[in-house]
């Protein structure tokens, strides 16, 4: 759901105003998952699940795989040489993925390296319109750097210069009232998940610990469940006579948490049944994912075309 208002909200709609290309980013998915391809593989139809179920439609966007871009791994061997060491290690986002994995010594230069990758995956179709939650605006400032030097030291026009699009929700937290919704956090509610799943998720949402009685008065700022209903409630004046009954006690959170129940479950249902009725073809999907690919070969080549010319690497 995180990835939803941060990222699909958005490209639902751009896809009716602009040229649009989705990526499965099965490459970036093995950094972190070395040891397990099988899981990745599954994954790949999974995600592409999801993106349709949600109504990004294949008639208006063209999706792709990575890896089947080699394009993509092409290009980032020549950014490569365009970022430092430090640099990447400087990276926000990168630096919070690093100890939240505990990694130390055992740190690869594949995940290091992988915000470079994403300024191929994007670059590689001369993109020039990202949607993303706001922890991915470090690597939109380093796709900014690396095009800039790109184009100056090689004296081409060859790389475009992405733009972030941030959604009205850049962060939604997960439902431990901590970070970001993240799969890897385990704080997270899927797309896929039952009615009963995400009443169990919610029913065990933080809200205020120190709210223990009903007649006590509750802190509605950093409250998992009032930022949810924020997001997701289209009654925003109930929403905020809510919030004022809570803020002054004799509102038990169990009512708030029935309400969000019910307006997930409601947001989720159509996701749900269309997931469930594409999951039977997931030859489909495949194929949805496959086709984009090709055309996005296509796409990739010309690019690479200009910037093989500006580094002149076209024998
Ligand atoms: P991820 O699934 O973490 O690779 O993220 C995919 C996209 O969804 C990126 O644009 C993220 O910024 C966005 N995203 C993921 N989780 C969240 C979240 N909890 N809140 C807002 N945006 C998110």
Known sequence: MGHYVGSLANRIELQNKYQQYVMVADLQALTDNIDNPQKVHD?????????????????????FIQSLIPQIAELTILYLNLVTVSRLKRNPTVKNEIQQKGY????????????????????VVKANLVPV???????IEQAHEIVRNFNRIYQTNALVEPQALISKTSRLVGTDGKA??????????????????????????????????????????????????????????????LKDHYSK??????????????????????????????????????????SGSEVVRQVAEKTMSDVRHAVKLNY
């Open 133 to 139: 939650g706001d922890d991915q605006l470090p690597m």
């Open 180 to 241: 970001k919704m993240s799969k890897s956090m385990g704080n997270a509610i899927y797309l896929s998940d039952s009615a009963d799943a995400v009443a169990k998720k919610v029913m065990s949402m933080y809200t205020d610990p120190l709210h223990v009685k009903v007649s006590d008065p509750g802190r509605v700022e950093g409250n998992a469940v009032f930022t949810y209903l924020d997001v997701f409630d289209p009654n925003k004046e109930e929403v905020q006579s």
């Open 104 to 123: 130390k010594e055992d740190l690869t230069a594949g995940f290091l390296m992988y915000p470079i990758h994403q300024v191929a995956d994007i670059t």
């Open 43 to 63: 994954n790949v139809v999974q995600v592409g699940l999801d993106y349709l179920a949600c109504g990004i439609d294949p008639n208006k966007t063209t999706f």
């Open 249 to 290: 006690g004799g509102l038990g959170d169990v009512v708030l948490k029935r309400r969000l129940i019910d307006i997930l479950n409601n947001f989720l249902e159509p996701i749900r049944i269309k997931r469930s009725q594409l999951a039977k073809d997931p030859a489909y999907v495949m194929d949805v994912l496959k």
